[in-house]
Nanobody, 124 residues
Framework: QVQLVESGGGLVQAGGSLRLSCAAS????????VGWFRQAPGKERQFVVG????????YYADSVKGRFTISKDNAKNTVYLQMNSLKPEDTAVYYC?????????????????WGQGTQVTVSS
């Protein structure tokens, strides 16, 4: 079992930055691929960014390329999402997920573990 806890969300003005954290406990986190997803009210959870288990490959949704960066600190069992140049349309609850390598990085159903989510609100 892997337990995930997100933090770092909040209210920020458009153009601002936030860094989300996802702390993992339980099984060795280093072997898992991870991803960030977001869900706005009335919408389905959508893929934002993924990181392979080795940490060598990253995958970004077109809407966040060049603005968001994922990183992972295996020593701290923590994944980060640095979000810059935030836009009002980035407003959502952000979730981190962990999955065994090999399955689809952009599919919600591929992830075995999820955190509780953290709210990000970007004002115009």
């Amino acid at each position: 079992q892997v337990q995930l806890v997100e933090s770092g969300g909040g209210l920020v003005q458009a153009g601002g930055s936030l860094r989300l954290s996802c702390a993992a406990s339980g099984r060795t986190f280093s072997s898992y691929a991870v991803g960030w997803f977001r869900q706005a009210p009335g919408k389905e959870r959508q893929f934002v960014v993924g990181l392979s288990g080795s940490g060598s490959n990253t995958y970004y949704a077109d809407s966040v390329k060049g603005r968001f960066t994922i990183s992972k600190d295996n020593a701290k069992n923590t994944v980060y999402l640095q979000m810059n140049s935030l836009k009002p349309e980035d407003t959502a609850v952000y979730y981190c997920g962990a999955r065994l390598p090999g399955s689809g990085y952009a599919s919600v159903s591929s992830y075995d573990y999820w955190g509780q989510g953290t709210q990000v609100t970007v004002s115009s």
